[in-house]
């Protein structure tokens, strides 16, 4: 408080001769006089104001200099009796008073501190750019544009509201609107929030890779209470964030909440659009990163897509070749047989149960969603068209928006296999039947481990388990059915 005042009284002194100054110049200016440092404007005439180097010899040099280097000191001092955190606190709110515009309000949280209010905010008609870019992005094999996005239907919440909901509104907006790091979001996401208003950031889409994630990131990009973030996939939590905490740097922390996950267009939007980002790398940095992250947002909300092991190994595959990541997997020189890369996935990377273990022990129930997990037919129902729609409501049901937006459709992005139809198989890879025969023992058993672990902490009734096992048996069964006679005969192997 001191050192506040300390600097208003030095402000107001220091501002006085910058005045003058600016005075003195036009004054010289309209009567054709030198510019101000000139010789012949050095002397005082009576009617004139006095330039501000007459300013300093005449008044300054006399008696305030001292006055002025007494104050600094004191302000000095003063500064160093107001605790830091105090002072990052009052330049981060004078920083969004000033970028929104705004006054000072009682809120009811446990420390009382003062949160600016956001004034009212007309959006650009149509979606933001960067939003124009992801939706060309998500390129589809659908013939169907892709919608064009109402940005400002999720405000129409906000003209059903009570005036005590109006403000409770436009305080969570603001504080909000005032973080850049982490610590300030958990402070401000336990502000009471009107309704339609999320928590920031309010869901994550962490995997598994290769499981249509791109898919759903671009339909939830399409529905009107979503904020897209600038970034997709940033991987900036796990690749520069350590344990414990979430550990980064105050830069990585201002650009991820501010640049990454969109903050100023959420706060445009008073927090009725989710803001989420997502990175396939989440999921598999689950050993430490579920923890850490919950501990970092304890509200968040973590979706997980899941999909046959052997043809996800398969697409990762074709994936890291199409990336011209060697393939070291093939034991003779000229074997174009992936069994070996596979087998090795699955036994690694493609087991999801040690991975989804790990968020399922530290994420309550209710914040983590199995895609095709509550189904009552099991997995491969999201990208099956006959079930994608029940699935996509169950997801945006988890996610407490509107069901029905912005379709009942999953687009159909990111491919790398050409899918086949009732005619042709599509694009499909030869394996030999035994060579299946042990990838599928493999899958089945990790399989297990996985339904296992849905009935363990309740994601999925006994009924459900059993179904979502019979689910991948039968892309198992399929492949098998199209292999020639014979232990080491070809089977054509299409993904699911
Ligand atoms: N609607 C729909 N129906 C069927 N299949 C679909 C759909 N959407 C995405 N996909 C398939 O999902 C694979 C891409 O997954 P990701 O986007 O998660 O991959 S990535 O990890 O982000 O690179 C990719 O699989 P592959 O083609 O086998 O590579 C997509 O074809």
């Not at 004078?94 to 006054?103: F, I, L």
């Not at 889409?205 to 990009?221: D, E, M, N, Q, R």
């Not at 999909?307 to 034991?331: E, F, K, Y």
């Not at 039947?433 to 042990?438: A, K, N, P, S, Y």
Request: one cysteine or more.
């Amino acid at each position: 408080m001191a050192g506040k005042q300390s600097s208003l009284i030095l402000c107001q002194i220091a501002s006085k001769p910058s005045a003058t100054l600016a005075k003195t110049d036009r004054t010289q200016d309209a009567a054709g006089g030198g510019s101000a440092g000139s010789p012949s404007t050095r002397h005082m005439t009576p009617n004139k104001l006095p330039s501000f180097d007459q300013f300093l010899e005449t008044r300054v040099s006399k008696w305030h200099w001292p006055l002025l280097m007494l104050m600094g000191t004191f302000l000095v001092l003063a500064s160093q009796l107001v605790p830091r955190e105090e002072l990052t606190k009052g330049k981060l709110r004078t920083k969004v008073m000033a970028a929104v515009g705004s006054e000072a309000v009682e809120q009811p949280a446990a420390e009382k501190q003062q949160v600016p209010v956001v004034q009212q905010v007309v959006l650009p008609e149509g979606p933001p750019e960067a939003l124009d870019s992801q939706l060309a992005g998500c390129r589809t094999l659908k013939t169907d544009p892709i919608p064009v996005v109402d940005t400002a239907a999720s405000l129409r919440v906000l003209e059903t509201h009570t005036p005590e909901q109006r403000q409770q509104a436009e305080n969570f907006t603001a504080a909000v609107a005032a973080c850049s790091d982490f610590a300030c979001l958990r402070q401000a996401n336990q502000l009471p929030r009107a309704p339609g208003q999320f928590r920031f950031p309010h869901f994550f889409v962490i995997g598994f890779p290769k499981c249509a994630t791109t898919s759903i990131y671009c339909h939830l990009i399409q529905h009107p209470q979503v904020q897209h973030p600038k970034e997709k996939e940033s991987h900036l939590l796990t690749g520069q964030c350590t344990s414990p905490g979430l550990e980064c740097s105050a830069e990585a922390q201002q650009h991820y909440v501010v640049d990454i996950l969109n903050l100023a267009e959420a706060a445009q939007a008073k927090m009725t659009k989710a803001a989420f980002e997502g990175s396939t790398h989440y999921v598999m940095e689950a050993d430490w990163f579920a923890e850490q992250l919950l501990a970092t947002m304890p509200w968040l909300k973590v979706v997980v897509s899941l999909r046959d092991p052997i043809s996800q190994a398969i697409a990762m595959h074709l994936h890291n070749v199409g990336h011209g990541r060697p393939s070291n997997c093939t034991v003779e020189a000229n074997e174009t047989s992936i069994y070996h890369c596979i087998r090795r996935s699955l036994k690694d990377k493609s087991r999801y149960a040690p991975k989804i273990q790990k968020w399922m022990e530290h994420f309550p129930r209710d914040q983590l969603h199995i895609l095709q997990a509550s189904s009552s037919r099991a997995y491969e129902n999201l990208t099956k068209q006959e079930a994608m729609a029940a699935q996509l409501q169950g997801l945006k049901g988890f996610l407490n928006m509107d069901q029905m937006l912005p379709s009942s459709e999953l687009p159909l992005t990111n491919y790398k296999h050409q899918r086949g139809n009732d005619d042709t198989l599509g694009r499909y890879w030869t394996l030999k039947r035994w060579e299946i025969e042990h990838l599928v023992e493999i899958a089945r058993n990790s399989t297990q481990d996985l339904v296992q672990l849905l009935g363990q902490y309740n994601y999925a009734g006994e009924q459900a388990q059993a179904e979502w096992m019979q689910n991948w048996e039968d892309v198992w069964q399929d492949n098998l059915s199209r292999c020639e006679e014979g232990r080491s005969a070809p089977c054509k192997v299409v993904v699911s």
